[in-house]
């Protein structure tokens, strides 16, 4: 369990002690954020060679151009996505402040910092459902795609199907951070954490939402810059 | 970047304090401000090379970005070198599967263009109503079923 002191001239593979110098739990979470990054990455590559493939693709300037409270014209790209991108980088900030806090054994804290994280959570999940609700108004949605190539050529149903499928399991991600949140939120106010002597289990809640806010750096590039 | 942690690592191994926390976010930030304002200035741009170099500066700014989100939040970079490489070194495959695929993607694009006359003059016609399928009059616009 321990976690040794590193010494430069440890051997590592002579047994008796773990190889990675971590505890099984955070071993175990950094393996599966690695296939997780590969279900992500074949994601995104689909999607790249789908888009390598055809001789059109919507302009992402036109799709993306509205933000709530806005009328119909409106023609502001880029604006609310980086709204959302600010919105999960300040609270993956905050969840490495709930990490560091709980190092301290600084319960209150840890508390707090986890309030803003899920408040965050939440917010991102605000705003995509806004997104997605307001797309598919403009008509959008798996297997329908209003929006026309940017050289103004009929396009394929390949871009909103993309688009809803990758954001939709990011989505799902930050859904389901959110909730491991709380629950590190619940154990952490019912003194759960003070009983075992340790805050580990919010490094390993910490890492999965930083993987979170990592795949929405990938996934806000490659639909909405590129 | 040019920082070294060799001397912390010994008796911490989670990296800085709540300063470094805060220097990774204002670099996050700058970044994202710079991707962004390369993002607009991109609308603008129509030459063939002059978008490539565009989207390359913002793809090398993706990958710092998720450098430091993996580096300093996550504290990669304070554990020891076996997790660094166990994590690292099997997503080295995605290289060859990002370089591989994108190939393969643009080969079927020009070898259909070359030899299937249907698909290429299919892929000319004009969009004309492009609020179509909101009006329930998607079978008077050439939507593509999938492709």
Known sequence: METTAVAADTKWWNGGKSPFNVEYGKLMMWYFLMSDSFTF??????????????????????VFRSYPGAGEGVHAPLVFVSIMTFILIMSSVTMVLAVHAGHERNKKAVITYLAWT??????FLSCQAWEWNHLHHEG?????????NADGTGASTNFTNFFFTITGFHGFHVFSGVVIN???LIMAATDTFEKKGHYLMIEKAGLYWHFVDL???FVFTCFYLL | MEHTHAGEIAHDSHGGGTKEIWRTFWILLVLTI???ILGYILIGVHGTGGRLALKGAIIILMLAKAFYIVAYFMHLKSEIRNLIMTIIVPLALLIWAIIAFLYDGNSFKDNRNTYDAYKRDRSHIQS?????????????????AME
């Open chain 1, 118 to 123: 899920i408040l965050g959570g939440l917010a």
């Open chain 1, 182 to 184: 709380i629950i590190m």
């Open chain 2, 128 to 144: 004309t109503d492009t609020k179509a399928d909101e009006k329930g009059k998607s079978g008077e616009k050439r939507t593509g």
């Open chain 2, 34 to 36: 710079v991707e962004l």
């Open chain 1, 140 to 148: 959008a949605w798996w297997g329908r795609n209003p929006f026309p």
């Open chain 1, 41 to 62: 990455g074949a994601f995104l590559i689909s999607y790249g060679t789908v888009r390598f493939s055809s001789n059109g693709w919507p302009n992402p300037n036109e």
């Open chain 1, 215 to 217: 795949v929405w750096v």
